[in-house]
């Protein structure tokens, strides 16, 4: 272990001894009404804890909610809703303080670095990120924040039993589909194909921080679905956030609109009419729309070799191409009526519970068990 690594861990254990005594004694008090959101550690306005925010503030104008945000100012979040920065001991005390934690990732920088304690009394509740998701997970909860879980939100059967299998029987299990699906289920009603087109590619990121697998050139691509779906097109690329100083360094073709900042990629897929992706799960949520997408992945083989998917690529209800050539040759030969039927028994299979009304189910379930205690 390096000098500078030994010093990082040793300020960690001072941090964390302070914080748990903190959390016992100066901030022993837990308030009734206060639910804390914590989005991809520090994010914007997003994923399952927008949607469960906007719902709870629409049903209770009495409950306190906090979110956590790296960057307070351009936060996006709505009056009714306190911010918070994420870094400091202030998020420790507000989650130490709170009825709910609510959280689409793991709070190991609070409970490994920060001392959180969690209390009789306390309520947490995981919604993770994925939907449906193929690539397999390689980290979710530590044994200690696991400990600590009361509730897991998963959108279909075949998430509940993954999400058993990381957490065992502690935490109950709720299939109650994803609330930050509901915009994209409900974005079903839009017009397709229309005047105005947009494409989305929305890749994911790669464990060794490489990016020559990313789609770089659209001419083609947008030739093919002009000819397939006429309209006029334009091209949107919201890298992972994972990739955001990196992804700098991609340089497009042609007009394409960087919207990786954009917080919310719920919306993104909403309003989108055709997505191209990889392994990313928002693929999955998009589906939900039963609009075109397909699956660009050059790097198959060492992707699979290196990550892992949970199933193959060939069960998704996808076109799977590793090419541009090959893709424009998919869209051009797209067959709506196959695509249609494969979503179904794709969605089907799984035991989808994505209907619209997730936001509504997951502040029932939080609501009913605050009521309980």
Partial sequence: MSIGKAIENFANSIRSSIGAWRCRTKWRTVEPKKIVFDQFHGGGFGCNQKYIALELLRRRSDLDLVWLARDTKSAGLLDGIRVVP?????????????????????????????GLVKKSGQLYFQTWHGSFGIKRCTDTLAPKETAMLDGFFANCDWEASLARGWFGEGPAVHVIGHPRNDVVVRSRARAFPSAEMTLLYAPTFRDDGDMEPYLTDFTGVVEALERRWGGKWKVQARLHPNMKKKGRRLKFKGDVEDVTDYPDIQELLAQADVVI???????????????????????????????????????????????????????KYFDGDEYAEAVEGFLSEKGNADDGNASSRAADVILGAMGRD
């Fill in 277 to 331: 992706s990889d392994y990313s799960s928002c693929i999955f949520d998009f589906a939900l729309s039963r609009r075109p997408a397909f699956l660009y992945v050059p790097d198959r083989e060492k992707y699979e070799t290196e990550r892992g998917f949970y199933y193959p690529l060939s069960e998704t209800p996808f076109p799977v191409v590793e090419g541009p050539d090959e893709l424009a040759a998919a869209i």
């Fill in 86 to 114: 994420w870094r400091g001991w202030d998020a420790v005390r507000e989650l130490a303080t709170a009825k709910v934690w609510c959280s689409n990732h793991n709070l190991g920088n609070f409970i490994s670095h920060r």
